[in-house]
């Protein structure tokens, strides 16, 4: 079966059966999930989807996370009406379908999200997550926006960015140790890149016996043993954003 090559296993994992406490908004030529907490505040997090695309529940759960922690969170369809992934589609066709949907080729839509929480949302203290693609895309803002204050990548793929390590913002990486996509020697990697190149705070950080999308794609109530990592995660990632926004 084609299935059998599979040139990024990025399971689905458990897929939250979540509504949401925000709503869908256009902003110019981009659909956008965002929440906002009852209480005014000017500090915004951008939160990029992975392959699963922007209306995945899951994701939507982080970004409502987000609100309850005082931020204004914002979810863009940054496939800008593509199709995303399907977890039944073929991935022998992976490659050609991610062609389209380059991680490193948001920075219109970034811009036009910046403005929109600048001017319609009193946002000035901007910040971003992203999830495995969405983290690549975080590395990519990271060594290139001038106006986000801090990232956090999650699962990042780190190959579309390896000979980059010069950061223009704090920036947080986690990784699974059992992550079948990112090796724990591209980590390594990274880490000795940043080391090196880095001039701003950033930390690396790998889960113990965690897997690709562990953050995010796991349900705490059947992965009792992975409850206390996911629970680290989320929390890290929200004290991160605390300490530079």
């Known amino acids: 079966m084609a299935n059998e090559s599979r040139p990024c296993p990025c399971d689905i994992g458990d897929r939250f059966d979540y509504g ?3 709503q869908e908004v256009q902003v110019e030529h981009i659909k956008a999930y965002i929440c906002k907490p009852d209480a005014s505040t000017d500090k915004a997090v951008i939160v990029i989807h992975d392959i699963f695309g922007w209306q995945l529940p899951n994701t939507r759960y982080i970004a409502d996370m987000l609100t309850t922690n005082g931020y204004i969170a914002i ?3 940054f496939f800008v009406g593509q199709e995303a992934w399907k977890p039944s589609n073929d991935w022998a066709s992976f490659d050609d379908w991610l062609k389209t949907r380059s991680a490193s080729k948001i920075d219109k839509e970034v811009d036009v999200v910046f403005k929109y929480l600048r001017d319609q949302c009193g946002a000035k203290k901007i910040g971003v997550i992203g999830f495995c693609w969405g983290g690549a895309a975080v590395q990519h803002l990271m060594l290139k926006n001038p106006h ?3 990232g956090v ?3 990042g793929v780190i190959r579309h960015f390896a000979d980059k ?4 913002h704090p920036t947080f990486f986690i990784f699974g140790e059992k992550d079948d996509i990112i090796p724990l020697d591209q980590v390594t990697l990274l880490e000795q890149k940043l080391k090196q190149n880095c001039k701003v705070d950033y930390k690396v950080k790998i889960y113990p016996g965690q897997t690709h999308g562990f953050v995010h794609r796991k349900r705490d109530d059947i992965n009792p043993q992975d409850k ?5 995660g989320r929390k890290d990632m929200i004290n991160w954003l605390n300490k530079y926004l």
């Open 20 to 22: 949401g406490r925000g």
């Open 153 to 155: 990548s999650l699962y």
């Open 75 to 77: 979810c863009p369809d």
């Open 165 to 168: 390590s010069d950061l223009l």
């Open 148 to 150: 986000l204050k801090a």
């Open 228 to 232: 206390p990592h996911i629970e680290e």
